[in-house]
């Protein structure tokens, strides 16, 4: 505690002096660019590994970076996502999961935690369509290797979670909002993003690829139209089946 109070002191006379412009502008209202949704691990850190200012990233952190579906819970990261779609009118949402992650090694051994913690097992329901599909299509991997997989797919899990709800599948079918789905690797520092073409997880390009919904990356679907020639000559390259 001693050191938070020290970190206080230091902040104040170091940082805030050097950004008191920023800080004043800050203080009549926010204009964040992204949603950033991570986990609550303590060695993630979205404003540090995106080298982001703050005010730039409006953030929902818990325990392995969920979205429960759409009126499955009354908990708090509807009411976030909401207010930063409609409030904040926020174009962009990453869904970040991160190496090592605790949460999802909880969910390989879920029946273990009921006793032990009870409420991290109840939260941990929630991934129950990562746990499912992590058994049932990787069942001779074993070891870091499907803690690896179980935690790139949650992240797709949760980017499938989000669609569920009505605003952002609004968003997305207008062209409003782009969805992101990232793995932070805590031993390299380094981001990867899901590349919906290969299937797998990239180094992030400028701009980034965005995770489309299928339905409208399909070519013979009439929503495909209003795809850019890049995307459609993607498409027809036969990278979707
Ligand atoms: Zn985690």
């Known amino acids: ?21 920023l800080f004043a502008q800050l203080a009549h209202g926010q204009k964040p660019r992204v949603l950033f949704i991570t986990c609550s691990d303590s060695r993630v850190d979205p404003n540090l590994i995106t080298n982001a200012q703050i005010g730039e990233l409006f953030v929902i952190r818990n325990a392995g970076n969920m979205i429960p579906p759409y009126g499955a819970t009354n908990g708090g990261e509807g009411a976030a996502l909401e207010y930063a779609l409609q ?107 899901y590349d919906p073409i290969r299937h797998g997880y990239v180094t992030p390009a400028s701009p980034l690829e965005a995770v489309e919904p299928e339905e409208l990356i399909h070519p013979e679907n009439e929503h495909a139209r209003w795809l850019s020639a890049a995307q459609c000559d993607r498409i027809y390259r036969g990278s979707y089946s």
């Open 1 to 21: 505690m001693e050191k938070l109070i020290k970190g206080l002191r230091e902040f104040q006379s170091s940082y805030y002096c050097a950004h008191q412009d």
């Open 87 to 193: 409030a904040l009118d926020i174009n962009q949402i990453i869904v970040c999961g991160h190496s090592n992650c605790g949460a999802m090694k909880g969910l390989l051994k879920l029946n273990e935690l009921e006793e032990k913690m009870p409420l991290v097992y109840e939260w941990l329901l929630q991934a129950e369509a990562t746990r499912r599909l992590v058994k049932e299509n990787y069942s001779t991997i074993t070891g870091d290797k499907l803690l690896e997989i179980t935690i790139a797919e949650n992240v797709l899990t949760q980017i499938e979670n989000l669609r569920t709800y009505p605003i952002v599948h609004s968003r997305i079918r207008q062209g409003k909002l782009t969805l992101h789905a990232w793995v932070y690797n805590i031993e390299s520092g380094g981001v990867y993003a």
